[in-house]
């Protein structure tokens, strides 16, 4: 027995469970139980557990633990630990579970922040930092357009990565100019019009052209001179 039967009875009454192999013990702590947990873990519906697996063994007389995800890692929230007694093992694995613990709370903050959804705050957060370097680095001067005139655009019902298409599947694209767009958004901020998709496409467009802009001032400025 890698742990003692009073310390199995307290993890256990505390919601965790305990799987025994052959040379390790392995804890869990399953969905709707007490203690911290990611919302967003492996993205799975019908998964059982929300939060990582902790792998406990002995070697060379010392207690290790193990959350190991990352090839080769470490990565966010993986440790491979080494305690001289079986207490500090056991307190370790608690305060994962039910404390405030650095290697828990990196992996949640990975997972939060690699999640497959997003949300207005967040798209409010990133606007304003764009809008902080396009100060920073042009500040009220005007932009000018760049010089590659009209461009194609692929509709948007071709954009979905997960659509099927045949070998020799065409797109059949539309030219798009932007000072024309511009225009157009131009008109309608003036008019306090409400934007429909097409302006918010236009806006990624815009966006692209701006990518440009201050991917060529930052090569104008690491020029050595």
Not at 65 to 74: F, K, L
Not at 139 to 163: A, C, Q, T, V
Not at 193 to 217: P, R
Request: glycine fraction near 4%; proline fraction near 3%.
């Amino acid at each position: 027995m890698i742990i003692n039967n009073q310390n199995i009875e307290k993890l256990q009454k505390k919601g965790l469970e305990l799987i025994f192999l052959e040379k390790e013990i392995r804890f869990i702590k399953k969905k709707n139980t007490k203690g911290n947990y990611i919302p967003e873990w492996r993205n799975d519906k019908n998964a059982q557990i929300e939060c990582p697996a902790i792998d406990l063994t002995i070697k060379d007389n010392k207690f290790v633990a193990i959350h190991w995800d990352w090839a080769p890692g470490p990565g966010p929230g993986d440790f491979h630990l080494i305690f001289d007694n079986e207490c500090d093992a056991i307190n370790f694995i608690d305060n994962y579970y039910y404390g405030n613990n650095e290697y828990f709370e990196a992996r949640k903050s990975h997972e939060y922040l690699s999640r497959d959804t997003y949300n207005i705050n967040e798209i409010e957060q990133i606007i304003k930092q764009l809008l902080l370097k396009l100060s920073h680095e042009f500040g009220s001067n005007e932009i000018s357009f760049g010089e590659r005139g009209s461009y194609h655009k692929i509709p948007m019902d071709e954009w979905r990565l997960n659509k099927h298409y045949e070998e020799n599947h065409k797109v059949n694209a539309t030219i798009g100019l932007l000072p024309f767009e511009v225009t157009k958004l131009r008109r309608k901020l003036n008019e306090n019009e409400e934007f429909n998709y097409e302006d918010v496409n236009n806006i990624s467009n815009l966006l692209f052209e701006l990518s440009i802009k201050l991917k060529e001032k930052t090569v104008v400025n690491n020029t050595c001179k």
